[in-house]
Protein backbone atom coordinates (compact mmCIF):
# COMPACT_ATOMS: atom_id res chain seq x y z
CA UNK A 1 0.00 0.00 0.00
CA UNK A 2 0.93 3.33 -0.66
CA UNK A 3 1.68 5.73 2.09
CA UNK A 4 3.85 8.54 0.67
CA UNK A 5 1.91 11.58 1.61
CA UNK A 6 1.51 14.80 0.05
CA UNK A 7 0.84 17.86 1.22
CA UNK A 8 -2.25 19.76 -0.36
CA UNK A 9 -4.75 21.94 0.85
CA UNK A 10 -8.13 21.13 1.11
CA UNK A 11 -8.83 22.39 -2.27
CA UNK A 12 -6.07 20.31 -3.99
CA UNK A 13 -6.88 17.43 -2.26
CA UNK A 14 -10.16 17.42 -4.46
CA UNK A 15 -8.38 18.43 -7.41
CA UNK A 16 -6.12 15.98 -6.59
CA UNK A 17 -9.03 13.48 -6.23
CA UNK A 18 -11.01 14.39 -9.37
CA UNK A 19 -7.60 13.62 -11.35
CA UNK A 20 -6.89 10.50 -9.86
CA UNK A 21 -10.39 9.39 -9.94
CA UNK A 22 -10.94 9.58 -13.56
CA UNK A 23 -12.25 13.54 -14.16
CA UNK A 24 -11.81 14.35 -18.09
CA UNK A 25 -12.66 17.70 -17.39
CA UNK A 26 -13.41 20.36 -14.66
CA UNK A 27 -15.90 23.38 -14.94
CA UNK A 28 -15.91 26.16 -13.00
CA UNK A 29 -16.33 30.14 -11.87
CA UNK A 30 -13.82 31.56 -10.01
CA UNK A 31 -15.35 31.97 -6.06
CA UNK A 32 -13.47 31.86 -2.53
CA UNK A 33 -13.11 29.91 -1.47
CA UNK A 34 -13.44 27.22 -4.41
CA UNK A 35 -11.04 28.76 -6.98
CA UNK A 36 -7.67 26.76 -6.12
CA UNK A 37 -9.66 23.86 -6.55
CA UNK A 38 -9.76 24.40 -10.63
CA UNK A 39 -6.15 26.23 -10.33
CA UNK A 40 -4.94 23.12 -8.96
CA UNK A 41 -6.12 21.02 -11.85
CA UNK A 42 -5.08 24.08 -14.61
CA UNK A 43 -1.39 23.42 -13.25
CA UNK A 44 -0.57 20.08 -12.22
CA UNK A 45 1.57 18.10 -14.58
CA UNK A 46 -0.40 15.18 -15.00
CA UNK A 47 -3.90 16.69 -15.65
CA UNK A 48 -2.19 18.99 -18.38
CA UNK A 49 -0.47 15.75 -19.67
CA UNK A 50 -3.79 13.85 -19.66
CA UNK A 51 -5.19 17.42 -21.33
CA UNK A 52 -7.94 17.26 -18.68
CA UNK A 53 -9.69 20.26 -20.10
CA UNK A 54 -10.17 23.37 -17.42
CA UNK A 55 -10.45 26.46 -18.65
CA UNK A 56 -12.74 28.74 -17.08
CA UNK A 57 -16.60 29.45 -17.45
CA UNK A 58 -18.75 32.62 -17.74
CA UNK A 59 -20.67 31.42 -15.08
CA UNK A 60 -21.54 29.00 -12.72
CA UNK A 61 -24.54 27.69 -14.71
CA UNK A 62 -22.29 27.62 -17.58
CA UNK A 63 -20.23 25.56 -16.00
CA UNK A 64 -22.95 23.07 -14.41
CA UNK A 65 -24.69 22.43 -17.57
CA UNK A 66 -21.32 22.00 -19.65
CA UNK A 67 -20.11 19.44 -16.88
CA UNK A 68 -23.79 17.75 -17.27
CA UNK A 69 -22.74 17.60 -21.45
CA UNK A 70 -19.49 16.01 -20.28
CA UNK A 71 -20.97 13.44 -18.59
CA UNK A 72 -24.17 12.86 -21.00
CA UNK A 73 -20.89 12.00 -23.40
CA UNK A 74 -19.92 9.13 -20.56
CA UNK A 75 -16.80 11.49 -19.10
CA UNK A 76 -16.14 11.85 -15.74
CA UNK A 77 -16.25 15.52 -14.34
CA UNK A 78 -16.04 17.59 -11.95
CA UNK A 79 -17.75 21.56 -12.09
CA UNK A 80 -16.85 23.82 -8.55
CA UNK A 81 -18.13 26.81 -7.26
CA UNK A 82 -18.90 28.84 -4.21
CA UNK A 83 -22.26 28.81 -2.06
CA UNK A 84 -23.73 32.05 -4.04
CA UNK A 85 -22.91 30.40 -7.03
CA UNK A 86 -24.72 27.58 -6.42
CA UNK A 87 -27.93 30.02 -6.23
CA UNK A 88 -27.05 30.53 -10.05
CA UNK A 89 -26.63 26.96 -11.21
CA UNK A 90 -29.48 26.14 -9.31
CA UNK A 91 -32.08 25.65 -12.16
CA UNK A 92 -29.01 22.80 -14.06
CA UNK A 93 -28.50 21.56 -10.49
CA UNK A 94 -31.79 20.76 -9.54
CA UNK A 95 -33.18 19.52 -12.93
CA UNK A 96 -30.29 17.75 -13.16
CA UNK A 97 -31.13 15.21 -10.30
CA UNK A 98 -34.44 14.80 -12.52
CA UNK A 99 -32.15 13.98 -15.62
CA UNK A 100 -29.33 11.42 -13.70
CA UNK A 101 -26.33 11.76 -15.35
CA UNK A 102 -24.03 9.68 -17.00
CA UNK A 103 -20.77 9.66 -16.59
CA UNK A 104 -19.88 10.35 -13.36
CA UNK A 105 -20.18 14.11 -11.69
CA UNK A 106 -18.99 15.61 -8.75
CA UNK A 107 -20.40 18.77 -7.79
CA UNK A 108 -17.89 20.76 -5.58
CA UNK A 109 -19.45 23.87 -3.73
CA UNK A 110 -17.75 25.76 -0.91
CA UNK A 111 -19.47 27.37 1.53
CA UNK A 112 -18.24 30.37 3.58
CA UNK A 113 -19.84 30.58 6.77
CA UNK A 114 -18.67 33.82 9.08
CA UNK A 115 -18.09 35.10 5.45
CA UNK A 116 -15.28 36.16 4.75
CA UNK A 117 -15.60 37.14 1.42
CA UNK A 118 -19.04 36.49 1.08
CA UNK A 119 -22.46 38.25 0.67
CA UNK A 120 -23.92 35.35 3.15
CA UNK A 121 -23.15 32.11 4.81
CA UNK A 122 -26.05 30.12 3.74
CA UNK A 123 -25.96 26.32 4.01
CA UNK A 124 -25.32 24.27 1.00
CA UNK A 125 -26.68 21.22 2.56
CA UNK A 126 -29.99 22.34 1.91
CA UNK A 127 -29.55 22.16 -1.88
CA UNK A 128 -28.54 19.09 -1.80
CA UNK A 129 -31.20 17.70 -0.13
CA UNK A 130 -34.09 19.91 -1.74
CA UNK A 131 -32.61 18.48 -5.02
CA UNK A 132 -32.46 15.01 -3.37
CA UNK A 133 -28.75 13.90 -4.10
CA UNK A 134 -26.15 12.32 -2.37
CA UNK A 135 -24.03 14.73 0.02
CA UNK A 136 -20.51 14.17 1.18
CA UNK A 137 -18.84 16.36 4.06
CA UNK A 138 -15.55 15.54 4.35
CA UNK A 139 -14.30 16.23 8.23
CA UNK A 140 -10.48 16.54 7.19
CA UNK A 141 -8.25 16.82 3.69
CA UNK A 142 -7.89 12.62 3.38
CA UNK A 143 -11.78 12.42 3.27
CA UNK A 144 -12.01 15.29 0.96
CA UNK A 145 -9.44 13.34 -1.60
CA UNK A 146 -11.13 10.00 -1.10
CA UNK A 147 -14.40 11.40 -1.19
CA UNK A 148 -14.19 13.22 -5.08
CA UNK A 149 -12.02 10.03 -5.81
CA UNK A 150 -15.58 7.88 -4.95
CA UNK A 151 -17.98 10.65 -5.51
CA UNK A 152 -17.34 10.17 -9.22
CA UNK A 153 -17.94 6.52 -8.25
CA UNK A 154 -20.81 7.09 -6.20
CA UNK A 155 -22.41 9.16 -8.82
CA UNK A 156 -22.39 6.29 -11.72
CA UNK A 157 -23.44 3.99 -8.57
CA UNK A 158 -26.45 6.06 -7.87
CA UNK A 159 -26.78 7.92 -11.57
CA UNK A 160 -26.91 10.75 -9.99
CA UNK A 161 -24.71 14.18 -9.41
CA UNK A 162 -23.34 13.97 -6.35
CA UNK A 163 -22.10 17.06 -4.20
CA UNK A 164 -19.10 17.60 -1.91
CA UNK A 165 -19.90 20.41 0.42
CA UNK A 166 -16.61 21.89 1.89
CA UNK A 167 -16.41 24.89 3.94
CA UNK A 168 -13.29 27.59 4.18
CA UNK A 169 -11.26 26.30 6.90
CA UNK A 170 -11.65 22.62 5.22
CA UNK A 171 -10.79 24.52 1.88
CA UNK A 172 -7.37 26.96 3.35
CA UNK A 173 -5.90 24.07 5.60
CA UNK A 174 -2.90 21.75 4.74
CA UNK A 175 -2.83 17.93 5.54
CA UNK A 176 -0.75 15.11 4.27
CA UNK A 177 -2.64 13.09 1.48
CA UNK A 178 -2.57 9.44 1.05
CA UNK A 179 -3.32 8.57 -3.33
CA UNK A 180 -5.43 5.92 -4.79
CA UNK A 181 -4.09 4.06 -7.99
CA UNK A 182 -4.83 6.59 -10.60
CA UNK A 183 -8.19 5.28 -12.56
CA UNK A 184 -8.35 5.48 -15.87
CA UNK A 185 -10.66 7.54 -18.43
CA UNK A 186 -13.99 7.30 -19.30
CA UNK A 187 -14.39 6.13 -23.23
CA UNK A 188 -17.06 8.26 -25.02
CA UNK A 189 -20.73 6.49 -24.63
CA UNK A 190 -24.01 8.06 -24.99
CA UNK A 191 -26.62 7.23 -22.56
CA UNK A 192 -28.64 3.99 -23.08
CA UNK A 193 -32.02 5.47 -23.02
CA UNK A 194 -32.02 8.30 -25.27
CA UNK A 195 -34.85 10.15 -23.76
CA UNK A 196 -32.89 10.35 -20.46
CA UNK A 197 -31.75 14.39 -20.79
CA UNK A 198 -35.33 15.24 -22.32
CA UNK A 199 -37.30 16.32 -19.24
CA UNK A 200 -40.57 17.00 -21.64
CA UNK A 201 -43.01 16.68 -18.96
CA UNK A 202 -43.93 13.24 -19.76
CA UNK A 203 -40.62 11.95 -19.57
CA UNK A 204 -39.59 14.32 -16.52
CA UNK A 205 -43.01 12.78 -13.99
CA UNK A 206 -41.32 9.33 -15.07
CA UNK A 207 -37.80 10.44 -14.20
CA UNK A 208 -38.91 12.16 -10.93
CA UNK A 209 -40.95 8.81 -10.09
CA UNK A 210 -36.98 6.98 -10.76
CA UNK A 211 -35.49 9.71 -8.48
CA UNK A 212 -37.78 9.51 -5.42
CA UNK A 213 -37.10 5.26 -5.96
CA UNK A 214 -33.71 5.53 -5.92
CA UNK A 215 -33.81 7.78 -2.87
CA UNK A 216 -34.06 4.16 -0.87
CA UNK A 217 -30.45 3.06 -2.26
CA UNK A 218 -29.39 6.42 -0.90
CA UNK A 219 -30.58 5.75 2.56
CA UNK A 220 -28.37 2.17 2.37
CA UNK A 221 -25.52 3.72 1.13
CA UNK A 222 -25.94 6.72 3.67
CA UNK A 223 -26.23 3.76 6.78
CA UNK A 224 -23.71 2.14 5.34
CA UNK A 225 -21.06 4.78 4.72
CA UNK A 226 -17.45 4.11 6.10
CA UNK A 227 -17.85 7.96 6.49
CA UNK A 228 -20.76 7.31 8.99
CA UNK A 229 -19.97 5.67 12.43
CA UNK A 230 -21.78 5.38 15.38
CA UNK A 231 -19.50 4.66 18.82
CA UNK A 232 -21.58 4.27 21.77
CA UNK A 233 -20.05 5.10 25.39
CA UNK A 234 -20.44 3.43 28.65
CA UNK A 235 -22.01 6.68 29.78
CA UNK A 236 -25.51 6.83 28.80
CA UNK A 237 -26.29 10.53 29.37
CA UNK A 238 -24.97 12.40 27.09
CA UNK A 239 -24.17 12.19 23.56
CA UNK A 240 -22.36 13.99 20.39
CA UNK A 241 -23.63 14.22 16.62
CA UNK A 242 -20.32 15.75 14.71
CA UNK A 243 -20.95 16.69 10.94
CA UNK A 244 -17.86 17.11 8.39
CA UNK A 245 -15.53 19.50 10.13
CA UNK A 246 -17.31 19.27 13.11
CA UNK A 247 -15.89 16.15 13.94
CA UNK A 248 -12.53 17.71 13.15
CA UNK A 249 -12.95 20.02 16.02
CA UNK A 250 -14.39 17.66 18.52
CA UNK A 251 -11.04 14.91 18.20
CA UNK A 252 -9.28 18.25 18.69
CA UNK A 253 -11.00 18.21 21.82
CA UNK A 254 -11.24 15.08 22.38
CA UNK A 255 -8.76 11.80 21.38
CA UNK A 256 -10.79 9.85 19.54
CA UNK A 257 -10.77 6.96 21.87
CA UNK A 258 -10.93 8.93 24.68
CA UNK A 259 -13.88 10.60 24.05
CA UNK A 260 -16.61 10.01 27.48
CA UNK A 261 -19.80 10.54 25.21
CA UNK A 262 -21.43 8.45 22.14
CA UNK A 263 -20.08 10.04 19.53
CA UNK A 264 -22.16 9.64 15.73
CA UNK A 265 -19.92 10.72 12.94
CA UNK A 266 -21.94 12.30 9.88
CA UNK A 267 -20.32 13.07 6.90
CA UNK A 268 -22.85 11.10 4.49
CA UNK A 269 -26.50 12.49 3.24
CA UNK A 270 -29.27 11.73 3.93
CA UNK A 271 -28.88 11.88 7.72
CA UNK A 272 -28.29 8.51 8.48
CA UNK A 273 -31.67 7.36 10.17
CA UNK A 274 -30.44 4.15 10.88
CA UNK A 275 -27.23 5.23 13.09
CA UNK A 276 -29.72 8.05 14.64
CA UNK A 277 -31.77 5.42 15.82
CA UNK A 278 -28.76 4.35 17.69
CA UNK A 279 -28.32 7.81 18.94
CA UNK A 280 -31.49 7.78 20.60
CA UNK A 281 -31.29 4.60 22.42
CA UNK A 282 -28.01 5.56 23.50
CA UNK A 283 -28.22 9.35 25.30
CA UNK A 284 -30.77 11.19 26.84
CA UNK A 285 -29.39 14.31 25.74
CA UNK A 286 -27.69 15.20 22.70
CA UNK A 287 -25.35 18.00 20.90
CA UNK A 288 -25.22 18.47 17.11
CA UNK A 289 -22.08 20.22 16.15
CA UNK A 290 -22.18 21.20 12.47
CA UNK A 291 -20.70 24.20 10.21
CA UNK A 292 -23.71 26.15 8.74
CA UNK A 293 -27.40 26.20 9.46
CA UNK A 294 -28.82 23.61 11.56
CA UNK A 295 -29.79 21.17 9.16
CA UNK A 296 -29.11 17.73 11.13
CA UNK A 297 -30.49 19.36 14.47
CA UNK A 298 -33.76 19.85 12.46
CA UNK A 299 -33.37 16.32 11.67
CA UNK A 300 -32.82 14.84 14.97
CA UNK A 301 -35.69 16.97 16.11
CA UNK A 302 -38.01 15.36 13.96
CA UNK A 303 -36.86 11.86 13.82
CA UNK A 304 -36.70 11.69 17.50
CA UNK A 305 -39.68 9.90 19.47
CA UNK A 306 -38.69 10.15 22.87
CA UNK A 307 -38.43 12.98 24.68
CA UNK A 308 -34.78 14.08 24.18
CA UNK A 309 -32.66 17.45 25.05
CA UNK A 310 -31.50 18.19 21.85
CA UNK A 311 -28.72 21.08 21.89
CA UNK A 312 -27.14 23.00 18.85
CA UNK A 313 -27.30 26.50 17.17
CA UNK A 314 -30.80 26.43 17.54
CA UNK A 315 -31.11 26.28 21.48
CA UNK A 316 -28.11 28.26 21.81
CA UNK A 317 -25.35 25.87 22.70
CA UNK A 318 -23.76 27.24 19.61
CA UNK A 319 -24.00 30.12 18.46
CA UNK A 320 -26.52 30.85 15.18
CA UNK A 321 -24.39 32.48 12.87
CA UNK A 322 -20.45 32.14 12.33
CA UNK A 323 -17.84 29.35 11.35
CA UNK A 324 -16.94 27.10 14.33
CA UNK A 325 -13.98 25.85 16.04
CA UNK A 326 -12.21 23.81 18.30
CA UNK A 327 -12.72 26.50 21.30
CA UNK A 328 -16.19 27.07 20.33
CA UNK A 329 -16.99 23.44 20.63
CA UNK A 330 -14.91 23.20 23.81
CA UNK A 331 -17.20 25.79 25.57
CA UNK A 332 -20.39 24.18 24.12
CA UNK A 333 -19.39 20.50 25.42
CA UNK A 334 -18.50 22.35 28.79
CA UNK A 335 -14.44 22.05 28.85
CA UNK A 336 -11.98 24.62 29.23
CA UNK A 337 -10.56 26.50 26.63
CA UNK A 338 -7.08 27.51 26.73
CA UNK A 339 -6.34 30.45 25.37
CA UNK A 340 -3.59 30.62 22.93
CA UNK A 341 -0.71 32.91 22.71
CA UNK A 342 -1.93 36.66 22.23
CA UNK A 343 -1.98 38.29 18.23
CA UNK A 344 1.74 40.11 18.16
CA UNK A 345 1.07 44.35 18.03
CA UNK A 346 2.25 44.12 14.35
CA UNK A 347 -1.04 42.13 13.17
CA UNK A 348 -3.37 44.95 12.91
CA UNK A 349 -6.54 44.43 11.48
CA UNK A 350 -6.66 47.40 8.16
CA UNK A 351 -9.71 48.12 6.27
CA UNK A 352 -9.38 46.98 2.65
CA UNK A 353 -8.83 49.19 -0.02
CA UNK A 354 -8.15 48.98 -3.66
CA UNK A 355 -4.50 48.74 -4.86
CA UNK A 356 -2.68 52.32 -5.12
CA UNK A 357 -2.72 52.66 -8.90
CA UNK A 358 -5.49 50.80 -9.68
CA UNK A 359 -7.89 51.67 -12.42
CA UNK A 360 -10.81 51.77 -10.51
CA UNK A 361 -9.52 54.39 -8.46
CA UNK A 362 -9.39 57.31 -11.46
CA UNK A 363 -13.10 55.69 -12.83
CA UNK A 364 -14.55 56.42 -9.24
CA UNK A 365 -12.82 59.90 -8.75
CA UNK A 366 -14.07 60.69 -12.24
CA UNK A 367 -17.56 59.73 -11.83
CA UNK A 368 -18.00 61.21 -8.31
CA UNK A 369 -16.83 64.72 -9.81
CA UNK A 370 -19.19 64.10 -12.69
CA UNK A 371 -22.02 63.62 -10.19
CA UNK A 372 -21.15 66.44 -8.07
CA UNK A 373 -23.75 68.48 -8.94
CA UNK A 374 -26.59 66.06 -8.87
CA UNK A 375 -27.90 65.93 -5.71
CA UNK A 376 -30.03 62.85 -6.20
CA UNK A 377 -28.15 60.69 -8.14
CA UNK A 378 -27.05 57.09 -7.44
CA UNK A 379 -24.38 54.61 -8.19
CA UNK A 380 -25.68 51.06 -7.92
CA UNK A 381 -22.75 48.52 -7.80
CA UNK A 382 -21.78 44.88 -8.51
CA UNK A 383 -19.58 42.29 -6.70
CA UNK A 384 -15.94 43.11 -7.55
CA UNK A 385 -12.58 45.05 -6.26
CA UNK A 386 -14.91 48.15 -7.19
CA UNK A 387 -16.96 47.58 -4.64
CA UNK A 388 -14.50 49.39 -2.31
CA UNK A 389 -15.84 52.33 -3.56
CA UNK A 390 -18.66 52.22 -0.78
CA UNK A 391 -15.31 52.93 1.87
CA UNK A 392 -13.37 56.06 1.91
CA UNK A 393 -12.24 58.19 0.27
CA UNK A 394 -14.94 57.55 -2.33
CA UNK A 395 -17.84 56.48 -0.34
CA UNK A 396 -19.94 56.61 -3.83
CA UNK A 397 -21.84 53.20 -3.98
CA UNK A 398 -24.98 52.38 -2.46
CA UNK A 399 -26.04 48.86 -3.49
CA UNK A 400 -24.24 45.39 -3.62
CA UNK A 401 -26.57 42.44 -3.75
CA UNK A 402 -25.49 39.87 -5.84
CA UNK A 403 -23.62 39.22 -9.63
CA UNK A 404 -24.99 41.22 -12.33
CA UNK A 405 -27.38 43.51 -9.60
CA UNK A 406 -25.87 46.75 -10.42
CA UNK A 407 -27.30 47.07 -14.01
CA UNK A 408 -30.89 45.68 -13.28
CA UNK A 409 -31.44 47.74 -10.05
CA UNK A 410 -29.85 51.10 -11.55
CA UNK A 411 -33.13 49.99 -14.15
CA UNK A 412 -35.17 49.59 -11.97
CA UNK A 413 -34.65 52.47 -9.54
CA UNK A 414 -34.46 54.69 -12.76
CA UNK A 415 -37.99 53.06 -13.84
CA UNK A 416 -39.14 54.31 -10.53
CA UNK A 417 -37.97 58.23 -11.42
CA UNK A 418 -34.30 58.10 -10.06
CA UNK A 419 -31.97 60.74 -12.00
CA UNK A 420 -29.49 60.07 -12.92
CA UNK A 421 -29.14 56.20 -11.77
CA UNK A 422 -25.71 54.80 -12.22
CA UNK A 423 -24.25 50.88 -12.98
CA UNK A 424 -20.82 50.41 -11.57
CA UNK A 425 -19.71 46.78 -12.68
CA UNK A 426 -16.66 44.42 -13.43
CA UNK A 427 -15.78 43.08 -17.02
CA UNK A 428 -16.14 39.36 -15.79
CA UNK A 429 -19.27 40.41 -13.63
CA UNK A 430 -20.66 41.99 -17.02
CA UNK A 431 -20.53 38.64 -18.64
CA UNK A 432 -21.05 36.58 -15.76
CA UNK A 433 -24.90 37.90 -15.21
CA UNK A 434 -24.69 41.49 -16.34
CA UNK A 435 -25.48 41.14 -20.19
CA UNK A 436 -28.96 40.37 -20.13
CA UNK A 437 -29.59 42.99 -17.65
CA UNK A 438 -28.44 45.33 -19.91
CA UNK A 439 -30.30 43.63 -22.75
CA UNK A 440 -33.84 44.31 -20.45
CA UNK A 441 -32.36 48.16 -19.98
CA UNK A 442 -32.05 48.68 -24.16
CA UNK A 443 -35.45 47.13 -24.78
CA UNK A 444 -37.06 49.28 -21.95
CA UNK A 445 -34.82 52.59 -23.04
CA UNK A 446 -34.39 52.77 -19.50
CA UNK A 447 -32.46 56.29 -18.74
CA UNK A 448 -29.38 54.69 -17.07
CA UNK A 449 -25.12 55.16 -17.59
CA UNK A 450 -23.60 51.70 -17.32
CA UNK A 451 -19.77 51.97 -15.96
CA UNK A 452 -17.98 48.65 -17.02
CA UNK A 453 -14.76 48.80 -15.18
CA UNK A 454 -12.59 46.50 -17.35
CA UNK A 455 -9.54 45.51 -15.81
CA UNK A 456 -9.15 43.09 -18.54
CA UNK A 457 -9.39 39.86 -15.15
CA UNK A 458 -11.31 38.63 -12.41
CA UNK A 459 -9.19 40.47 -9.97
CA UNK A 460 -10.90 39.87 -6.69
CA UNK A 461 -10.73 35.94 -6.53
CA UNK A 462 -6.99 36.11 -7.61
CA UNK A 463 -6.64 37.48 -11.50
CA UNK A 464 -7.92 34.81 -13.17
CA UNK A 465 -8.41 35.13 -17.08
CA UNK A 466 -12.06 37.31 -17.53
CA UNK A 467 -14.50 35.73 -20.14
CA UNK A 468 -15.20 39.15 -21.73
CA UNK A 469 -11.51 39.91 -22.60
CA UNK A 470 -11.39 42.04 -26.13
CA UNK A 471 -15.22 41.79 -26.28
CA UNK A 472 -17.04 44.77 -24.23
CA UNK A 473 -17.61 47.20 -26.84
CA UNK A 474 -19.23 44.16 -29.35
CA UNK A 475 -21.49 42.51 -26.95
CA UNK A 476 -22.59 46.01 -25.94
CA UNK A 477 -23.68 46.69 -29.20
CA UNK A 478 -24.94 43.17 -29.82
CA UNK A 479 -27.49 43.51 -27.35
CA UNK A 480 -29.02 46.78 -28.79
CA UNK A 481 -27.11 49.86 -27.06
CA UNK A 482 -26.47 52.42 -29.88
CA UNK A 483 -22.79 52.50 -30.54
CA UNK A 484 -22.26 56.65 -30.21
CA UNK A 485 -23.28 55.64 -26.57
CA UNK A 486 -20.52 53.05 -26.19
CA UNK A 487 -17.76 54.69 -25.31
CA UNK A 488 -14.45 53.82 -24.05
CA UNK A 489 -11.87 55.59 -21.50
CA UNK A 490 -8.19 54.99 -20.20
CA UNK A 491 -8.84 55.54 -16.07
CA UNK A 492 -5.46 57.09 -15.83
CA UNK A 493 -4.17 60.42 -13.39
CA UNK A 494 -4.23 62.43 -16.77
CA UNK A 495 -7.27 61.91 -18.43
CA UNK A 496 -9.28 63.13 -15.54
CA UNK A 497 -10.93 65.98 -17.15
CA UNK A 498 -11.62 64.21 -20.46
CA UNK A 499 -13.06 61.00 -18.08
CA UNK A 500 -15.51 63.34 -16.33
CA UNK A 501 -16.12 65.51 -19.19
CA UNK A 502 -17.75 62.50 -20.99
CA UNK A 503 -19.41 60.91 -18.04
CA UNK A 504 -21.14 64.09 -17.62
CA UNK A 505 -21.91 64.11 -21.57
CA UNK A 506 -23.70 60.63 -20.64
CA UNK A 507 -25.27 61.65 -17.69
CA UNK A 508 -27.47 63.71 -20.03
CA UNK A 509 -28.25 61.53 -22.70
CA UNK A 510 -31.84 60.12 -22.17
CA UNK A 511 -31.16 56.92 -22.96
CA UNK A 512 -28.80 53.86 -22.37
CA UNK A 513 -25.37 54.51 -22.58
CA UNK A 514 -21.92 52.39 -21.45
CA UNK A 515 -18.88 53.87 -20.51
CA UNK A 516 -16.13 51.31 -20.25
CA UNK A 517 -12.71 52.33 -18.27
CA UNK A 518 -10.51 49.96 -19.81
CA UNK A 519 -6.62 49.56 -18.56
CA UNK A 520 -5.14 46.27 -16.82
CA UNK A 521 -5.59 44.99 -13.34
CA UNK A 522 -1.58 46.09 -12.32
CA UNK A 523 -1.92 43.20 -9.92
CA UNK A 524 -2.44 40.92 -12.95
CA UNK A 525 -0.28 42.78 -15.09
CA UNK A 526 3.03 42.83 -12.85
CA UNK A 527 2.39 38.62 -12.24
CA UNK A 528 1.90 38.66 -16.24
CA UNK A 529 4.83 40.16 -16.39
CA UNK A 530 6.93 38.00 -13.94
CA UNK A 531 5.60 35.10 -15.51
CA UNK A 532 6.72 36.08 -19.34
CA UNK A 533 10.29 36.65 -17.84
CA UNK A 534 10.73 33.00 -15.87
C1 LIG B 1 -22.41 34.09 -7.86
C2 LIG B 1 -21.03 34.48 -7.44
N1 LIG B 1 -19.99 33.85 -7.99
C3 LIG B 1 -18.72 34.19 -7.64
C4 LIG B 1 -18.51 35.19 -6.71
C5 LIG B 1 -17.09 35.55 -6.30
N2 LIG B 1 -16.69 36.81 -6.91
C6 LIG B 1 -16.82 37.98 -6.29
S1 LIG B 1 -16.43 39.25 -7.27
C7 LIG B 1 -16.00 38.28 -8.53
C8 LIG B 1 -15.53 38.75 -9.86
C9 LIG B 1 -15.07 40.09 -9.92
O1 LIG B 1 -14.61 40.33 -11.20
P1 LIG B 1 -14.84 41.71 -11.88
O2 LIG B 1 -16.29 42.06 -11.88
O3 LIG B 1 -14.19 41.70 -13.22
O4 LIG B 1 -14.13 42.74 -10.89
P2 LIG B 1 -12.61 42.90 -10.41
O5 LIG B 1 -12.51 42.19 -9.10
O6 LIG B 1 -11.72 42.32 -11.45
O7 LIG B 1 -12.42 44.33 -10.23
C10 LIG B 1 -16.20 36.95 -8.19
C11 LIG B 1 -15.89 35.85 -9.07
C12 LIG B 1 -19.65 35.81 -6.14
N3 LIG B 1 -19.55 36.76 -5.21
N4 LIG B 1 -20.88 35.45 -6.53
S1 LIG C 1 -6.20 43.77 -7.44
FE1 LIG C 1 -6.26 44.95 -9.33
S2 LIG C 1 -8.39 45.57 -9.56
FE2 LIG C 1 -8.14 44.91 -7.46
S3 LIG C 1 -7.68 46.76 -6.32
FE3 LIG C 1 -5.71 45.88 -6.87
S4 LIG C 1 -5.17 46.82 -8.84
FE4 LIG C 1 -7.35 47.19 -8.47
Redesign the pocket.
Known sequence: MNTKKDLLLGVEAIGQGAIDGGISGVYA????PS?EITEFIQNNKLAVEKGIRSKWSA??KTAYEAALGMSYAGKRVLVC??H?????AADAFINSAITGINGGMVLTVADDPSMH???NEQDSRFYGKFALVPILEPSNQQEAYEMTFEGLQISEETGLPVMLRITTRLAHSRSGIIRRKITKENKLQLPEDPTQFILLPAIARKRYKILLEKQKLLARLTDNSKYNFFRPAKNKKAGIIACGIGYNYVIENFNEKECPYSLLKISQYPVPESLIAKMEENCNEIIVIEEGYPVVEEAVKSLFSKKILIRGRLNGALPRDGELNADIVANALGKKVLSGPAVPDLVVSRPPALCQG?G?RDMFKALNSALDKYTKGRIFS??????LGALPPFNCIYSCV??GASITMAKGASDAGLAPSVAV??????T??GITGLLDAVNDNANIVVII?????????G??D?S?FGKIESICAGVGVDPVHIKVLIPLPKNHDSMVQTIEEELEFEGVSVIVFSRE?IQ?ASRRRRENKS
Open positions: YPGTTNEMKVGLNVSSQCHDIGCYTDMIGDSTFHSSDNESVSMTGQSACA
